[in-house]
């Protein structure tokens, strides 16, 4: 059973939610607009779904809402970023900017960023850089729940990439992906559901495959893109590994194991490695390379001829990246946003624990 809500009204809420956390008035409203444009954008997995466990971090004194964001080294084209324990709402748009301003002036800006939380999606940090001509990059690691090829210990995160690239008239080419079979939030879902996982997304602690949503908490793991390796899961566990390295290992951040859990009832490694979580983002501009109408115009004819590529049977059209949530965006502007009713039951919780209305 679901319960539809405008934007508007989840927007206004989890702003309110994050000035009760004692965020800045301009932090809670940034931090609200980057989470719940996941519901949005139909990633129901990472937007209010997730908005009780950033409660349960402060709690655990593992988020400080009015953070010291800083540059703690840099050079013309690069950066790393401190959050000072941030929301990784708002620690992430202040490096993407950061990275934006660096391409401004030299072409490219790379920043990698330290001591951070879960940022929300992906796609919507890379995307910043759409309206300035620029492609944008946005990946970070997360909670070890990954098993890599062969492995049965949870070492790497999801580890999503998102590439943003602007085009003419055609809407932007905007990728975001997790680089395992399936995200953690996924999952989630299922279980609120009471549905079975497909088989290729988990494995039980033995390594052996399993479809139990619940498996994680029994001591299973995630697995990397393609699911085992007769599939290529040799090709996800090297793209998560490289967006580890890129966001953690290259800030100064916690990596692989140690990458701290998103869950506040699970207790941080006793032996970190580094600081936070870690992020890494990338922007581009195009007329470092080429005019930068002159790329848009083929970035239409590439989707155009994309788009009418022949089908297989039973399927009408050849989607491009970014058209999915596109449509989903439109439509749930229009219709609002619908919400299991577990996750209803949870942000009610949330309202009455901050004496707030929801």
Same mark, same amino acid.
């Given at each position: 059973?679901?319960?539809?809500?405008?934007?508007?009204?989840?927007?206004?809420?989890?702003?309110?939610?994050?000035?009760?956390?004692?965020?800045?008035?301009?932090?809670?409203?940034?931090?609200?607009?980057?989470?719940?444009?996941?519901?949005?954008?139909?990633?129901?997995?990472?937007?209010?779904?997730?908005?009780?466990?950033?409660?349960?971090?402060?709690?655990?004194?593992?988020?400080?809402?009015?953070?010291?964001?800083?540059?703690?080294?840099?050079?013309?084209?690069?950066?790393?970023?401190?959050?000072?324990?941030?929301?990784?709402?708002?620690?992430?748009?202040?490096?993407?900017?950061?990275?934006?301003?660096?391409?401004?002036?030299?072409?490219?800006?790379?920043?990698?960023?330290?001591?951070?939380?879960?940022?929300?999606?992906?796609?919507?940090?890379?995307?910043?850089?759409?309206?300035?001509?620029?492609?944008?990059? *946005?990946?970070?690691?997360? $909670?070890? @729940?990954?098993? =890599?090829?062969?492995?049965?210990?949870?070492? #790497? &995160?999801?580890?999503?990439?998102?590439v943003a690239i602007p085009a003419g008239e055609q809407p932007p080419f905007v990728a975001d992906f997790a680089t395992t079979t399936a995200a953690n939030g996924k999952l989630e879902i299922l279980q609120r559901k009471q549905q079975e996982a497909p088989l290729g997304w988990?494995?039980?602690?033995?390594?052996?495959?399993?479809?139990?949503?619940?498996?994680?908490?029994?001591?299973?793991?995630?697995?990397?893109?393609?699911?085992?390796?007769?599939?290529?899961?040799?090709?996800?566990?090297?793209?998560?590994?490289?967006?580890?390295?890129?966001?953690?290992?290259?800030?100064?951040?916690?990596?692989?194991?140690? *990458?701290?859990?998103?869950? $506040?009832? @699970?207790?941080? =490694?006793?032996?970190?490695?580094?600081?936070? #979580? &870690?992020?890494?983002?990338?922007?581009?501009?195009?007329?470092?390379?080429?005019?930068?109408?002159?790329?848009?115009?083929?970035?239409?004819?590439?989707?155009?001829?994309?788009?009418?590529?022949?089908?297989?049977?039973?399927?009408?059209?050849?989607?491009?990246?970014?058209?999915?949530?596109?449509?989903?965006?439109?439509?749930?502007?229009?219709?609002?946003?619908?919400?299991?009713?577990?996750?209803?039951?949870?942000?009610?919780?949330?309202?009455?624990?901050?004496?707030?209305?929801?």
């Amino acid at each position: 059973m679901e319960q539809v809500f405008s934007y508007d009204h989840l927007r206004t809420f989890t702003e309110e939610v994050f000035i009760k956390m004692g965020c800045p008035a301009d932090q809670a409203a940034l931090a609200a607009a980057v989470l719940v444009s996941a519901d949005l954008r139909g990633i129901d997995s990472h937007g209010v779904a997730r908005l009780s466990g950033y409660i349960r971090l402060w709690e655990a004194g593992r988020i400080n809402a009015t953070p010291d964001i800083r540059i703690v080294h840099e050079s013309p084209s690069t950066a790393v970023v401190d959050g000072d324990s941030g929301l990784g709402l708002v620690v992430a748009p202040f490096a993407m900017q950061v990275a934006i301003e660096k391409a401004r002036t030299a072409g490219t800006g790379w920043v990698s960023v330290r001591n951070s939380n879960h940022f929300g999606i992906a796609g919507y940090h890379a995307m910043k850089a759409l309206e300035h001509d620029m492609i944008g990059m *946005a990946m970070t690691n997360a $909670s070890p @729940l990954v098993a =890599p090829t062969f492995a049965t210990e949870r070492m #790497l &995160g999801t580890n999503p990439i998102a590439v943003a690239i602007p085009a003419g008239e055609q809407p932007p080419f905007v990728a975001d992906f997790a680089t395992t079979t399936a995200a953690n939030g996924k999952l989630e879902i299922l279980q609120r559901k009471q549905q079975e996982a497909p088989l290729g997304w988990i494995q039980d602690k033995a390594g052996t495959p399993s479809q139990n949503p619940d498996e994680l908490k029994k001591g299973g793991a995630l697995l990397p893109l393609g699911g085992d390796r007769e599939h290529g899961s040799h090709k996800g566990y090297c793209l998560g590994a490289i967006v580890d390295i890129f966001s953690a290992v290259l800030s100064g951040a916690n990596y692989g194991p140690w *990458a701290p859990p998103f869950v $506040s009832f @699970l207790p941080l =490694p006793p032996d970190p490695v580094g600081k936070g #979580l &870690g992020h890494f983002f990338g922007a581009m501009r195009i007329d470092a390379f080429r005019p930068a109408d002159e790329f848009k115009a083929n970035m239409d004819t590439w989707i155009n001829r994309f788009r009418n590529a022949g089908t297989v049977a039973g399927q009408e059209k050849v989607l491009i990246p970014g058209d999915p949530e596109r449509e989903m965006e439109a439509d749930r502007l229009k219709t609002g946003i619908p919400l299991l009713a577990p996750v209803v039951k949870d942000l009610g919780e949330v309202a009455m624990k901050l004496k707030i209305d929801f």
